[in-house]
């Protein structure tokens, strides 16, 4: 299994909502990240997990929680969030969180804030 | 700060016909460099890596190349499945391992 499996596809919200969004990853991968990506953009990163702890915070808003329950699964939660946060959300996984890895993505979770 | 610029933007080519994407990189201190390709609302999916000046990798029509400021991404008798937005990343290494920063990409379309 060579799969990085993303739940939802699709969501909709409105700004005083709490949503998940979950990626599980069955490769026995050590680092788990969460990109957000805007139409036409390239992805930016958010958070990097290193063997089930928080390695890497980009600055992110606190209404951006994110969670890694164990070394397949890792959750981002959601709490009143803007409009300007619909995007595409990438999970994605690599053997380690080191350099020259590359990086097998899922394909994401479309999200529209309302 | 470590800087990633692709170009063109767009790229639209008939079937057959060859032609390069350029990626240039300004970076403190480069340990690898990426190339993704990604279809519409998918997530990126991994073509190469090269790590040293001079380095070039191939995989079916797709020939990637790196020099000490830039890579290109050669396409060879393109065929319409070509078609995406491809990506380049570079890992600039420091503290931060597993970081990447990305162009912004060049969307390929090729016509039948």
């Known amino acids: 299994d060579t799969e990085v499996t993303q739940t939802p596809k699709h969501l909709v919200m409105g700004m005083t909502n709490k949503k998940s969004l979950k990626c599980e990853q069955h490769?026995?991968?050590?680092?788990m990240y969460w990109y957000k990506q805007k139409a036409k953009k390239p992805p930016e990163l958010m958070f990097v997990y290193s063997y089930e702890k928080l390695s890497i915070n980009e600055s992110v808003p606190s209404r951006f929680s994110p969670e890694c329950p164990n070394s397949s699964l890792l959750n981002l939660h959601l709490h009143a969030l803007q409009p300007e946060d619909s995007a595409l959300y990438l999970c994605?996984?690599?053997?380690?969180?080191?350099?020259?890895?590359?990086?097998?993505f899922g394909s994401g979770t479309q999200l529209s804030v309302l | 700060e470590d800087q990633v610029t692709q170009s063109p933007e767009a790229l639209r080519l008939q079937e057959g016909e060859s032609s390069s994407l350029n990626c240039s990189y300004t970076v403190s201190g480069l340990r690898g460099l990426f190339w993704y390709r990604q279809d519409p609302g998918k997530g990126p999916e991994f073509l190469f890596t090269?790590?040293?000046a001079g380095e070039e990798k191939e995989k079916e029509r797709l020939k990637a190349t790196l020099t000490k400021k830039e890579s290109f991404l050669h396409i060879t008798a393109p065929k319409p499945e070509d078609s995406a937005t491809y990506l380049c990343a570079v890992d600039a290494g420091g503290t931060s391992y597993g970081k990447l920063t990305f162009g912004q990409g060049t969307i390929l379309t090729v016509h039948p």
């Open positions: 490769m026995g991968h050590r680092a």
């Open positions: 090269l790590y040293s």
């Open positions: 994605a996984s690599s053997p380690r969180q080191a350099t020259n890895e590359k990086l097998f």
